[in-house]
């Protein structure tokens, strides 16, 4: 199976900066999609930013030129640098990707992470 750790949650003042970690290990083969989500309180999850294989880059509106994602492929690692926070980004943020790995055969499936809080005061 796969695994995703995440890091770097935390409590931060409006206007601040975060950045998120997650780390993938497990059977893989091969990541194609790596992306954080978000769920606030009562509130569905949400796509933040994802990051395929090949480099570009997809961000959802209210994040777009305060959040950057970024991938190191050789560490199975994805990043979410967040600047400018707000207090509406407060929420659980997780990470996310679509992998190619072992299971009696190769398979693709999407894993999760646990989630990290991020929560971002007045």
């Known amino acids: 199976q796969v695994q995703l750790v995440e890091s770097g949650g935390g409590l931060v003042q409006a206007g601040g900066s975060l950045r998120l970690s997650c780390a993938a290990s497990?059977?893989?083969?091969?990541?194609?999609?790596m992306g954080w989500y978000r769920q606030a309180p009562g509130k569905q999850r949400e796509l933040v930013a994802s990051?395929?294989?090949?480099?570009?880059?997809n961000y959802e509106d209210s994040v777009k030129g305060r959040f950057t994602i970024s991938r190191d492929n050789a560490k199975n690692t994805v990043y979410l640098q967040m600047n400018s926070l707000k207090p509406e980004d407060t929420a659980v943020y997780y990470c996310?990707?679509?992998?190619?790995?072992?299971?009696?055969?190769?398979?693709?499936?999407?894993?999760w992470g646990q989630g990290t809080q991020v929560t971002v005061s007045p």
């Open positions: 996310s990707a679509w992998v190619q790995h072992y299971n009696g055969g190769t398979r693709y499936s999407t894993f």
């Open positions: 497990g059977s893989i083969v091969s990541i194609y999609v």
């Open positions: 990051m395929p294989s090949g480099g570009s880059t």
